[in-house]
């Protein structure tokens, strides 16, 4: 299994598929039979506006694939980015960027993802963080109801550093954010939150991996989310605790809301653990919200739908509370908001 | 003002109220005793639309209103409010951001203007002061890891923001110390006006004396079996319930 081959040979036995352990939930070979065609290129002069418009001097765009494959941020440098993630028509394409932050350097990351068509693609970030540098990574995702996407991080911190990631997506005919850390401990932390948003029968899947390989490290994650209709989600996050990872602190909690009967989340957090004194913790909650809640709410003079919108967004904004950028976590709680009042 | 006549109501399969009539007329407060699984709650659920309480058969209107065609939302919007027996918590969602909005869906669905937050701010400072509530309080998310009594001083501070005309009180006293009953009386006893009127429910004659009423009814097996004035509701604390269960 291997997506990457599988677009480049356009060989659909090489995709993924429910045999594989960690994409049972995300199948994709059962979902295509052949592999589209290579993407057309797509100038970028057309391209409208992006969600973080406004927000950095710097814009990049990686449009059907194409786009920068490096970038460096020097040593002690403070720096935003958008990185803009557009994708159309109907091919396949995959992309990979490689980012290097500096010792003691501070990068803003404001990613979007933006259409999709009814392509398939492979988007994929290698971040490499200096010691004591720290990162802010924001991705938004609002795309094609027939896209088939793949998201990547894979992310490697020196002693010191810190990485904090907020995913929100709507999801897509089938669409994974696959993260994967690679933590040393000795100071470093990570936060890796998530909140989806699906409806009709878009799927969303949030995976996640975090390797702790030296002592003293941190990680806490929360990831939230609704699906309503028809649409499912996928929650897996794993916490590794290597052998001399002592005093590691992980922390991980998964809770969502299903609004509609038909509607599906699974979720697998796991915990693995080879040191001793560590604090692990993990907690997963599945529920509806309360009719009891609802009609008190209705009492006071809220019409159904907005005592709905009101709870979803309360429930979902503490995610958007963990963000450390304001303006930012400001563009991005009125992003959700638009999202959450859209079923109404 | 309210008027209810002849109300049958059932929960799934139970007929819970059975032929229920009652006036009351505006500026009045009028008391509903009676015992246990009488239809007490039921009757305030039944006039504030709660899914799952089926009328099937009578009438309830406020001020000529026909409360029965209304969602729940609507019928706030008429001006009748409940306070809770046991107030929920709103997890997320601070006091004050819920009153406002609660607030603002009233005025917009009467066509009204909405209130600014500077304007709703200042009344909220002043009816908080008024129930000696810290105003800290309400920045907090509703009723998450209240007490009793601060969930209950926060019913009627809604009550005074939200400004109904038709009040159902369900067992306001349950779960409120004697300081507590006297603040939160005093809170209800404020907004007695001539063209406003209450529904105290309670099992116990203690909160009348706090809230005196103008008449005093007894519900049993679903219906009002016996009206009487203020009097009748020390009569009850003093013989109890039997002979009017006998008697329904």
């Known amino acids: 299994m291997n997506l990457d081959e599988a677009i480049r040979l356009r060989d659909p036995t090489r995709l993924p598929s429910r045999r594989d352990e960690d994409w049972r939930w995300t199948d994709l070979r059962g979902l295509l039979r052949t592999l589209p065609e290579p993407s057309q290129p797509l100038p970028t002069d057309a391209i409208g506006p992006g969600p973080f418009d406004g927000l950095a001097g710097e814009v990049l765009i990686v449009a059907n694939g194409s786009g920068p494959e490096e970038i460096r941020i020097g040593e002690g440098e403070t720096r935003t980015l958008v990185l803009r993630h557009i994708s159309r028509g109907d091919g396949a394409h995959t992309s990979r960027l490689r980012i290097d932050v500096g010792p003691s350097a501070r990068l803003t990351l404001l990613e979007s993802h933006e259409g999709g068509g009814a392509g398939l693609s492979l988007l994929g970030v290698d971040l490499q963080l200096g010691a004591d540098s720290a990162c802010e990574r924001l991705v938004v995702a609002d795309m094609d109801p027939d896209a088939v996407a793949v998201v990547e991080l894979d992310a490697r911190l020196a002693a010191g550093a810190g990485l904090s990631q907020t995913l929100l997506t709507t999801g897509a005919r089938r669409q994974r954010f696959e993260t994967r850390v690679r933590h040393p401990g000795q100071g470093a932390q990570v936060r890796l939150d998530g909140v989806y948003v699906l409806r009709e029968r878009r799927h969303a899947d949030l995976t996640s991996s975090v390797r702790h390989e030296g002592p003293g490290g941190r990680t806490d994650q929360l990831a939230r989310g609704m699906v309503d209709d028809q649409a499912r989600a996928v929650f897996q996050g794993r916490i590794i605790v290597q052998e001399g990872a002592d005093g590691t602190d992980a922390r991980m909690a998964h809770n969502a809301l299903i609004l509609s009967d038909r509607a599906e989340v699974d979720a697998r957090p796991e915990l693995e653990i080879y040191a001793d004194d560590v604090a692990c913790a993990h907690g997963a909650t599945v529920g509806a919200l309360d009719d009891e809640v609802l009609f008190y709410m209705r009492q006071r003079g809220l019409p159904e739908g907005e005592a709905r919108s009101l709870l979803v967004a309360s429930f979902l904004g503490e995610v958007i509370d963990r963000v450390g950028s304001p303006e930012a976590a400001e563009r991005i709680r009125s992003w959700l908001q638009a999202r959450i009042g859209a079923g109404d | ?248």
Not at chain 2, 133 to 149: A, E, I, Q, T
Not at chain 2, 218 to 232: F, H, N, Y
Request: hydrophobic share 40%; with cysteine.
């Open chain 2, 1 to 248: 003002m309210l008027s209810l006549r002849n109300l049958h109501a059932r929960v799934g399969e139970r007929e819970i109220l059975k032929g229920l009539s009652l006036e009351v007329p505006a500026g009045e407060v009028h008391a509903v005793m009676g015992p246990n699984g009488a239809g007490k709650s039921t009757l305030s659920y039944v006039l504030t639309g709660r899914p799952g309480y089926e009328v099937t058969e009578g009438a309830a209107e406020l001020d000529g209103v026909d409360l029965l065609g209304l969602e729940a939302n609507e019928r706030a919007a008429q001006g009748l409010f409940l306070s809770f027996q046991y107030p929920l918590e709103i997890p997320g969602v601070p006091a004050l951001t819920f009153i406002r909005t609660a607030l603002n869906a009233q005025r917009r669905a009467r066509g009204e203007a909405e209130m600014s937050a500077p304007d709703f701010l200042k009344r909220a400072r002043a009816c908080a002061a008024d129930l000696r509530m810290d105003f800290d309080m309400l920045k907090r998310p509703l009723n998450v890891g209240f007490s009793g009594g601060e969930k209950k001083r926060m019913e009627v501070l809604q009550m005074a923001l939200l400004s109904p005309r038709f009040m159902i009180l369900d067992e306001t006293d349950s779960g409120l110390d004697i300081d507590a009953l006297r603040i939160v009386s005093e809170g209800v006893n404020a907004l007695r006006a001539p063209d406003r009127s209450m529904l105290v429910i309670t099992h116990y004659q203690r909160l009348l004396d706090y809230i005196r009423p103008d008449r005093v009814h007894v519900l049993a097996d679903g219906r009002i079996v016996a009206s009487g004035g203020p009097e009748m509701a020390l009569e009850l604390e003093r013989e109890g319930y039997d002979k009017y269960a006998r008697a329904a």
